[in-house]
């Protein structure tokens, strides 16, 4: 069965930073594409960043270009979402996800608010 | 950007037929491909695929969901409705970066 669980979210002041987590288990991580989508308080969806099987491309929104950075750790199965100079906007819950043409597989997300 | 434009609420009877629809501001087609992707997002849950590449169902999904169109209009179609799919309905298309997503529709029961 395919698992995919995000941690590190939480509270945050503006211009700080988070580093999200998501732990793949249940299939081969190296062989897809990953991302990250976020969703905003009653909002709708919205890709964030995206990372080839290898980490050796990525992709991301234009509001986050320069701010956050995807990368993974195929050993380890693992996904992040380092974010640096967060802020009131990104607040969101963030989901890890499997990226084809579509966005197969979904983790069940992790809330970053960013408040004074 | 490609902008997915989808109607905010649609409310329909138990046991009817409910048709989403998702409108394209470009054609997301390359040939006979269509890249319109359609998922489920109950409340409190994160989204599920239901339909990919505009009509090809995915796994474990029930055979009532189906989904049609090409170039610019989309539908997804639940037939017949049950309580189940009280939920909010995206698409996706992923002919150009960045990908990008409807807002979605809310399926409410009449």
């Known amino acids: 069965e395919v698992q995919l669980v995000e941690s590190g979210g939480g509270l945050v002041q503006p211009g700080r930073s988070l580093k999200l987590s998501c732990a793949a288990s249940?299939?081969?991580?190296?062989?897809?594409?990953m991302a990250w989508v976020r969703q905003a308080p009653t909002k709708g969806l919205e890709w964030v960043a995206s990372i080839s099987y290898d980490g050796g491309s990525t992709y991301y929104r234009d509001s986050v270009k320069g701010r956050f950075t995807i990368s993974r750790d195929n050993a380890k199965s693992s996904l992040y979402l380092q974010m640096d100079s967060l802020r009131s906007e990104d607040t969101a819950t963030y989901y890890c996800?499997?990226?084809?043409?579509?966005?197969?597989?979904w983790g069940q997300g992790t809330l970053v608010t960013v408040s004074s | 950007d490609i902008v997915l434009t989808q109607s905010p609420v649609l409310a329909v009877s138990l046991g009817q037929r409910a048709t989403i629809s998702c409108r394209a501001s470009?054609?997301?087609?390359?040939?006979?491909?269509?890249?319109m992707h359609w998922y489920q997002q109950k409340p409190g849950q994160q989204p599920k695929l239901l339909i990919y590449?505009?009509?090809n169902l995915a796994s474990g999904i029930p055979a009532r969901f189906s989904g049609s169109g090409s170039g610019t209009d989309f539908t997804l179609t639940i037939d017949p409705v049950q309580a189940d799919d009280i939920a909010a309905y995206y698409c996706q298309q992923s002919r150009e970066s960045p990908f990008t997503f409807g807002s979605g529709t809310k399926l409410e029961i009449k």
């Open positions: 249940g299939f081969t991580f190296s062989d897809y594409y």
């Open positions: 470009q054609s997301v087609s390359i040939s006979s491909i269509n890249l």
């Open positions: 590449r505009a009509s």
């Open positions: 996800t499997t990226l084809g043409d579509w966005f197969a597989y």
